[in-house]
């Protein structure tokens, strides 16, 4: 490829994009003590940055259309780096919510569609398929470096230099913009307002549900709240079912709202008959299994090591060194090996490792993690990701004709960040419940006194939070323990964060298998861009 400028540029910005999503992972411990925070609330704040930019996602992709898609990307660059700077001076955890999980989510959904469509707009045949392969190893890189900068930055200076480093760059991918080509012709539409709130309200109310489901309960209620004195769970069913009901309902009534606008011919916010585009509907299914997963891994196994193991940030970073190296690798190996095998073949044998990863590392959860085959388990989840992310991008792209692609990179960041949101709320929340339930168990079982089993019982009554295992001693002290229960309880935690680790694991293996049943549709054969003048097929 000779133009690699453009790509430098749109990589930078995907590189950012995706940073975000790791680099804080490694600093929660830090960033819990700086602002005062809980690691519930830090999971909420990661959980809705990805959440914000898939709700968002399509009126992003369509404004690119109407307004040009360089100047939906300059734009959106700008506000994304507000939000970082926003999020750099941030004093409390509610400033931190505004300009990292909004600010900067509302930005990232201009960026990262506009990214896709300029690709297409700027390359041709192998070099399109070179550049997106190029962007799909940046975001691989940039999900392996993360943690690595977040751990030396946030131990050696201060975890907000990381963002402000993000509005440096953001403002040189402003000042360079100007190279990038933008042959596509701009849309005149009218964008539907309810379209947008139908779509925003149901992911929010899906992924929230399961957000709270670890303080909810799934369908029995398991801690009620209380609105103006009233408690709410209505029917006797716990609003986390609720919410995903209600979700799931409002993103039915929005996939009828647009064939309605078809029908009318108005333009909709999505087109849905791309999801009878079998390659295209198994591309993005994979596509948010992967980040599903990715994000499960980079919450659940920090979290553990920090506040249980107490390693800093760095130290974090480097266990998980294996995952990323191996990420940047494979996502090269991968653009390789599609010369020689279908896109099928390579992601089949990408889900068919993580698979196998996931159940190493739950065979391999010690209590200090310092296994090699936990390492070795790390090493083969990050080569499994880095093959599924050499393959998606070109797959979906290349499913859709040139004119489609700003859409359809518009999906691809809905099901990313859908997939992210999902991963980060559903495992971290299998993780707190799993060790709610874990601790409740250890304390009945244990030889504690009575009166001890219930001052513990009191004081979790709503839940139990993750924090330092080192922490739970002096906790226990204050609340009256002697020495010898305020140890034995301190055990009695650790153990309890142990047995909720490999629960998140099982539920980490669920995913993989699940994503295996979404590839059939994936191309058996090397997939060719179409001509402007195709019509998909089913």
């Known amino acids: 490829m000779k133009r690699w400028n ?68 300059v734009i959106g660059s700008c506000i994304y780096a507000i939000g970082s700077l926003i999020t750099a001076l941030s004093p409390n955890v509610q400033t931190l919510f505004l300009g990292w999980s909004i600010v900067e989510g509302l930005g990232a959904v201009l960026v990262i569609p506009a990214i896709a469509a300029l690709v297409a707009d700027n390359y041709r045949g192998s070099d399109r398929v070179t550049a997106f392969a190029a962007i799909g190893a940046v975001s691989g ?32 991918v402003v000042l360079f913009a100007r190279i990038i080509t933008d042959a596509s012709e701009r849309q005149r539409v009218r964008i539907d307002l309810l379209s947008i709130l139908l779509s925003s309200a149901g992911l929010v109310l899906v992924v929230f549900g399961m957000l709270q489901s670890k303080t909810w309960g799934w369908i029995i209620p398991l801690h009620v709240p209380v609105l103006a004195g009233a408690p709410l769970a209505p029917l006797g069913v716990s609003l986390t079912a609720w919410c995903i009901g209600v979700g799931g309902v409002l993103l039915a009534l929005f996939v009828g709202r647009q064939r309605r606008l078809i029908a009318h011919g108005r333009s909709p916010l999505l087109h849905v008959e791309l999801f009878s585009i079998t390659a295209l509907r198994s591309g993005l299914s994979v596509l948010g299994a992967q980040y599903a997963v990715t994000a499960g891994l980079f919450f659940m196994v920090p979290v553990y090591l920090q506040m249980t193991l107490g390693l800093d940030a760095l130290e974090t970073g480097i266990k998980i060194f294996p995952l990323s190296i191996s990420l940047i690798l494979f996502s090269i190996i991968g653009t390789r090996l599609s010369r020689r095998f279908s896109p099928r073949r390579i992601v089949r044998i990408g889900q068919l490792v993580l698979v196998g990863s996931a159940l190493l590392l739950l065979g391999a959860t010690t209590e200090d993690l310092r296994s090699g085959l936990f390492a070795l388990g790390m090493f083969l989840a990050g080569s499994a990701l880095g093959l599924l992310a050499s393959q998606l991008g070109n797959v979906n792209m290349s499913s859709v004709t040139e004119k489609q692609t700003s859409e359809v990179g518009g999906l691809q960041g809905v099901f990313q960040n859908l997939g992210s949101s999902l991963g980060t709320a559903l495992i971290g929340s299998v993780l707190i419940g799993a060790l709610s339930t874990s601790f409740a168990s250890g304390v009945a079982a244990s030889s504690l006194p009575e009166e001890t089993r219930a001052v513990v019982y009191a004081a979790t009554e709503a839940g139990v939070t993750i924090v330092p295992a080192t922490d739970v001693d002096g906790l226990a002290t ?20 142990l047995a909720s680790l490999r629960v998140a694991f099982v539920g980490l293996i669920g995913i993989s298998l699940l994503s295996l049943l979404f590839s059939g549709g994936i191309p058996a054969e090397r997939p060719a861009p179409r001509r402007r003048d195709e019509t998909a097929d089913a």
Do not use: C
């Open 6 to 73: 453009v790509v430098i540029v749109l990589g930078l910005a995907q590189f950012v994009m995706v940073l975000d999503g790791t680099v804080m992972n490694v600093s929660i411990s830090t960033v819990v003590a700086d602002l005062d925070t809980s690691v519930a609330a830090m999971q909420a704040a990661i959980t809705f940055y990805t959440l914000t930019m898939a709700a968002f996602m399509l009126l992003g992709a369509k404004l690119g259309d109407v307004w040009g898609r360089r100047r939906a990307f």
């Open 141 to 172: 890189a940039a999900v392996a470096a993360g943690p690595l900068i977040g751990g030396f930055v946030t131990t050696y200076f201060d975890w907000r230099y990381v963002f402000v480093a993000e509005v440096v760059i953001m403002v040189g």
């Open 478 to 497: 204050d609340a009256g323990l002697d020495e010898d229960d305020a140890a034995a309880l301190t055990e009695i935690y650790r153990q309890s964060q």
